[in-house]
Every structure is written in C-alpha cells, then in structure tokens.
C-alpha cells in the first residue's frame, strides 16, 4: 500500500465497502483559515449553527489581510477573533506568521488530516500530513464535524534521486515536476515522494515541493514521516507528534515519475503560468527590477540562512528594490537573534511584515513593464498589481544572486558551500500570539460585514445568454481578482462584485446587471489557483447560473456547486460553436440521472454525486443544511 492510501483509509467515513464510487468521504482531523477567506467561512459556519468546532484543531490565522488602509481589515480581525473565541479555535494573531508556515512550525503532525481555506494547505504534506485545500464552506462544514468529499485519487510516485548540485534547491525540484506535467495535470491526482532523494530534503524544503504543488491542480502532495521529519519535530519542541509513516517495500501507484536530482538546473517558471519554466541560464543577462523573497513557498529559516549567507557583505544592485517577507515570527525572531536580519539589512533590503504580502498583491507593486523575480508560487497576470509587469517564479538561491547583480543569475553560479547551512539546532518557540478560546459569545462584527447572500433554488430550464467568453487557464484571480484595493470586501458581497472580472471585462459587472440571469463559457481548466469561494460567490450574486468548461480546477468546481452555478462540461466544437450574446436553452430537467440538454440537442452527461446533484436543484449548499 501507498503511503496516501494508509491516510486515506484510517480517515474514511464510509469504510471501503463503497469501492465502486468513485468519491471518497474523509474524516476531517485539523483545519486552518485564513482572514481572506476565513470571514466568509465563519459567517457560514455561524448559520449552521454549532456550539463549538468539531475537529481535533482548528486554527484561524491573520496574514493576507494586514494592510489597514481602512477600517475595514482591522475589523475583520476583531470579528475572526471574536468568532474563534467563541467557538474554540486558535487564533493566530496578524504578524505571528503566514498560515501555512506556522501551521507547519507548530500544529501539523504526520498521518493527520488537514483541510484549508486556502489552495496552498497541502504544505503540511511535507511533514506527512494529508492536507487539502477547499473553498470556506467546505472547511466550515468540516469544523461542523462533516467529512469533506473528494474524487478517489490517482497517486503519483515522485521518485527522487541522486544528489541536489549545489544552489539548485527544492524550489527546482517543483518547478521541474510542473515543467513536467503542467498545470492541468495534477487534476484529482495526489503526489507521493519517495526515492533516496528525498534524504537530503528538510521538512522545510519538502514543504516548498509541496506547496507549490498546489500549481498542478493535484488534490494535494505528500512526503513520508521519516528521520528529517523527527529532527524537525524535535527542534520544535514536538518530538511526541512524530510516527514513522511510509509507503510498503512493494507498493503501487497510478503512475511514477522519476527525477535524477543531480541533473536538475535552477529554473524559472515564466509570465504568466508557473508551468511556463525555462533554466535560468536561458534568461541570463535580462535587467532585473525588482526581487521579493518570502510567501508560504519559500519563507523559511533555512531559506532565509541561505539567502543571508549570499548577501552577507554585499550590496543589493542600485537600480533592484529588494524587499523580504520572513514566514513567521519564529522565523523573523531567528533571524533577528543570530544575525541573519542585519546582514541582510546592510544589503539594502525592505524588511516586510511576516505576512503574504506582495503575494496577494497587498503592496510591492512592481513599476510599469518591471521585471520582477520572487520566490513565490504564482505569476498570473495581474496579480501583483501591475498588470504591464512580469513576474518571475525563482528559488531564493536564484533571487538573492540576481539582486545583486541586477539581473538574471543562476543558482548554481554561487561561490558559497550551501549544504554547511543546515537547519539550527534549535527552533526559537514563542506561542503567545496563538491565542486560546475561552467559549465567550461576544462577536464583533464591523459596519462592512455582510450577512450572507440567499440564494433561489435551480429552476427545471434556463434561458439566457452567455455573458462572457473565455480561453483556457482562467485562474481564480481572473474571476475575482485580489489585492490591496478589493480583499477588504471578502466579506460585503455586494462591493466585491464590483470588481468581478474586472480585468478581463472592464462592463462584466453592467452586462450581468442587464442580462439578468446569464451563462460564461470557459476552456480548460477553469478556476485554476486560488480557492477563493468569492470566485462563485460574486458571479452568482450577479446572476450566472452555468459556466460551461472544457474543464474545471477541482476547488473552484466544487465552490461553483456550493454556491449553484452548474459547472458543465464541454466537448471543443461546442465551445467553438458558441459566442458571447448566444442564447442558450439549458434543460435541467433530468439533472438528477445526471443528464443536461442543451438547446434540445446537446446531451451532456455529468457526474454529479447524489449530494452535489441535491446542492444544484436548491441552489446553494448553505440551502441543504
Ligand atoms: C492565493 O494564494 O491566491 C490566496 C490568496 O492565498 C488564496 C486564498 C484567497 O484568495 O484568499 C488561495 O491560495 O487559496
Ligand atoms: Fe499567502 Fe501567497 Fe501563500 Fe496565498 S500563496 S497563502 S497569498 S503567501
């Protein structure tokens, strides 16, 4: 048996008598939120209307909204405060780390079950946790105490070997395995590491690979619970959270991958996709702008020793704005005390708040037609907030190099031994900005939390026009974008679809206004990205009922159906039969044999479960409950 089959069946709701379907329902052991969704997520899980969480732990962490330019973003951390006292959730306080950092440093065990508001949660597979991303909802109803579903997973073997050369870090080795199999390839597939490779890798290293395996659109990655994990586990004061977990001598998987860690090159991934990765050599000599280092993919102590050990005595290049985001208090107070912060500070670096920061767009925008490298997972379009720069996905290594050089420099081009900066001997642990509930009902809700939308059931046949037309790849940040302007409105509906498509449609808003009710056609792939339940939530609220795909990103399809926009899946000649301000007749009369009409004709035929089918007729989730 595989490691994420001796999970997944200790977590099993339904036991394995259900073999022929082709969902599986899971126990639910932690979850996390974060402010950005986590407003939404508690104003749910306030009408479903338990007492207290259901879970083992549930943690809700501040670190995307942080930009008080208003009233609004303060507030919301009161109400999370408040909600979190009141039902029995840890509350990470805005400044204590980025949620999966934190989540890794402290709470994640291996074997556990995670599910997040976030599509970045799987991080805690590098400490041999099942972690898995969701919309709000889904994480609401699992502090309900609800299973969460997911398609039954293919399991991909990433076998690693050989030796890492040295400057080429974890952050290539992910970049490879996109490079590989794309951003559509990881649909409702899990990724499990194994190979003598894998020794070499720190937890923290794992992580990175499995954060940014979120790019894949995989359910989520895994490494096995193994010596590194303990040394970790021990420096953090956790010895006791550690088991042994790891795949039988002879067990199978779906497909296997195998990566030769001695002949992997520093990458970059390319504007504007994280599969876009060419080497680095290949970009040598372009001007450099800007660098950023830090979010949940590469804000750890040890990236941050090694980006210190390259700028120690150097001095970022003049025409570069440098700036660094430590991924948690723990890590920021490490550096503080071993020296790390000055020399990077003598550098001439912009010491930013442990927070997402620049990741969600909240500040660092790049100038107009910048090039800017960052450590980060994802370089959409627009979601730095500079819609002419060009974001570039690097390793630390790679990031540190070039902005002192002032341009693209390879990782590999290092004069300094990388491997004699290991780990420290001992983590710095201070919890006190985890604060812990006391059950008090006293919740405090700002001027611009909204209550909830309502939403009316599906009726038996719709017809309306398509409002808009899209290609493939449409990421969540299209659909809703981010940013320091719109993430105050996460929870007032209302403004927030202000905003919706906006970058794609500057009249989306005015053309779902006037239609009324309406359809949008998408390409592969829709939804990629964020798990943003605005993403449906917004398009809903202005009257979308359908959105007919070639294909869906798992989280974003599974928000649609939460929030009752049918996700239909497409054949290539209908989509290029149909335009933006068609009619379409759409017959939901047989949805429930899971068959879908189209204009009389077109016969699709879907796969909804018995609970998402029940979901689609009342049109919302929060409607079933
Ligand atoms: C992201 O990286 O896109 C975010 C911001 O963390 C999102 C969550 C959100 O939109 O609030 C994610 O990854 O799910
Ligand atoms: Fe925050 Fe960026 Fe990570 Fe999303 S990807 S959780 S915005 S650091």
């Known amino acids: 048996m595989n490691l994420v089959n001796k999970i997944i069946i200790k977590h099993l709701e339904t036991g394995l008598e259900k073999k022929d379907s082709s969902y599986l329902s899971i126990r639910v052991d932690y979850t996390l939120t974060q402010d950005a969704t986590g407003t939404m997520a508690y104003l749910e899980l306030m009408s479903i209307g338990i007492d207290k969480v259901k879970t083992k ?39 204590n780390g980025i949620c999966h950092q934190v989540q890794l440093e402290r709470f994640t065990k291996p074997g556990i079950t995670l599910l997040g508001s976030d599509s ?18 889904d994480v609401a109803l699992a502090m309900a105490g609800k299973p969460f579903i997911i398609v039954k997973p293919k399991v991909v073997n990433v076998k690693l070997t050989g030796t890492l050369r040295n400057g ?61 994990t303990l040394e970790f586990l021990k420096k953090q004061g956790r010895e006791e959270d550690w088991i042994e977990l790891k795949a039988d001598k002879d067990a199978t998987y779906d497909e296997t991958i195998e990566i030769d860690l001695s002949k992997l090159d520093c990458l970059v991934a390319c504007p504007y996709q994280p599969d876009n990765v060419k080497k680095v050599k290949e970009l040598e000599g372009t001007k450099v702008d800007q660098v950023l280092i830090g979010s949940c993919t590469n804000s750890s102590y040890e990236d941050m020793v090694k980006v210190a050990s390259i700028l120690k005595g150097k001095k970022i290049n003049p025409n570069v704005s440098f700036g660094i985001n430590p991924g948690s208090k723990q890590v920021l107070a490490m550096m503080a005390k071993n ?22 767009g ?109 290609g493939d790849d449409i990421t969540t940040d299209h659909i809703m974008p981010a940013g320091a302007k719109v993430l105050p409105y996460r929870s007032n509906i ?13 009249t989306f808003k005015e053309d779902c206004r006037r239609l009324g009710i309406s359809f949008i056609v998408g390409g592969l792939n829709y939804g990629q990205g964020s798990s943003r339940e605005h993403a449906a939530i917004a398009p809903r609220y202005l009257g979308v009922r359908a959105v007919l795909a070639k294909s869906f990103a798992r989280i974003h399809r599974n928000n649609l159906i939460n929030f009752g926009i049918v996700p239909l899946i497409i054949s290539d000649d209908f989509y290029d039969s149909i335009n933006e301000k068609d009619e379409l007749t759409i017959d939901f009369n047989q949805l429930a044999d899971n068959i879908i009409t189209i204009n009389n004709e077109y016969i699709i035929k879907t796969t909804f479960s018995k609970e998402e089918i029940e979901t689609l007729q009342k049109g919302a989730l929060l409607n079933c409950l």
């Open 494 to 506: 209302e403004k927030l679809s202000d905003y919706c498509y906006a970058n794609v449609k500057a």
């Open 120 to 137: 970045h949660t799987p991080t805690s597979g590098g400490l041999g946790a099942l972690a898995i991303g969701a919309g709000g909802l």
């Open 57 to 95: 732990l549930s943690v809700s962490y501040v670190d995307h909204n942080t930009l008080q330019n208003g009233f609004e973003n303060a507030d919301d951390h009161l109400f999370l405060q408040s909600v979190a006292d009141k039902y029995g959730i840890l509350f990470s306080k805005a400044g």
């Open 339 to 360: 020296g790390l912060l000055f020399d990077i500070l003598q550098s001439g670096a912009r010491i930013l708040e442990c927070t997402c920061g620049a990741c969600i």
């Open 362 to 470: 909240m500040g660092q925008s790049p100038s107009t037609g910048a090039v800017s490298l960052r450590t980060y997972n994802r370089n959409f379009y627009g979601r730095s907030g500079t819609n002419s720069a060009s974001v570039y996905l690097v390793s630390p290594v790679t990031a540190a190099l070039s902005a002192i050089k002032g341009e693209f420099v390879d990782g590999t081009d290092t004069t300094i031994d990388l491997a004699q900066y290991d780990i420290p001997d001992k983590y710095i642990i201070d919890d006190s900005m985890i604060i812990k509930p006391t059950f008090r009902d006293n919740i405090i809700m700002g001027p611009n939390i909204m209550p909830l939308s309502k939403f009316d059931p599906l009726p038996n046949s719709i017809t309306a026009k398509v409002v808009l037309k899209v």
């Open 168 to 228: 080429v870090t974890a952050k290539d080795i992910i970049l490879e395995v996109l490079r590989r199999c794309t951003i559509k390839g990881g649909l409702n597939k899990i990724f499990e590491y194994s190979g003598d490779g894998i020794k070499q890798l720190s937890v923290c290293d794992r992580a990175t690979i499995c954060n940014m395996g979120a790019e894949l659109g995989a359910t989520t990655s895994i490494f096995p619970s193994d010596e590194r």
